[in-house]
């Protein structure tokens, strides 16, 4: 079955960085997109990144050239870098897969940044 496992989520004061991780398996990880959500407390669940199969990315406009994301298919591993952090990133961040009409999910990573 999928699963997607999460981690590298934590605390940090604003402008700083960290870089969270997602496993993959279960389905064809080197052939499929991959994306990455948050969620904030009491706000919807929002498209933060996604990357092709071919590596390319694209961005939701308010962490545009501050994230990045990122493949290793040979660790089957999807990865979020994260630079100039604010508090309004606050949020649990999922990574997510779709098979039509099926959304797969991770257990989520809390990312906190507070001074």
């Known amino acids: 079955q999928v699963q997607l496992v999460e981690s590298g989520g934590g605390l940090v004061q604003p402008g700083g960085s960290l870089r969270l991780s997602c496993v993959a398996s279960?389905?064809?990880?080197?052939?499929?997109?991959m994306n990455w959500y948050r969620q904030a407390p009491g706000k919807q669940r929002e498209l933060v990144a996604s990357i092709t199969s071919g590596g390319n990315g694209d961005y939701a406009d308010s962490v545009k050239g501050r994230f990045t994301i990122s493949r290793d298919n040979a660790k089957n591993t999807v990865y979020l870098q994260m630079n100039s952090l604010k508090p309004e990133d606050t949020a649990v961040y999922y990574c997510?897969?779709?098979?039509?009409?099926?959304?797969?999910w991770g257990q989520g990573t809390q990312v906190t940044v507070s001074p």
């Open positions: 279960g389905f064809s990880f080197k052939l499929s997109a």
């Open positions: 997510n897969y779709r098979n039509i009409p099926t959304f797969y």
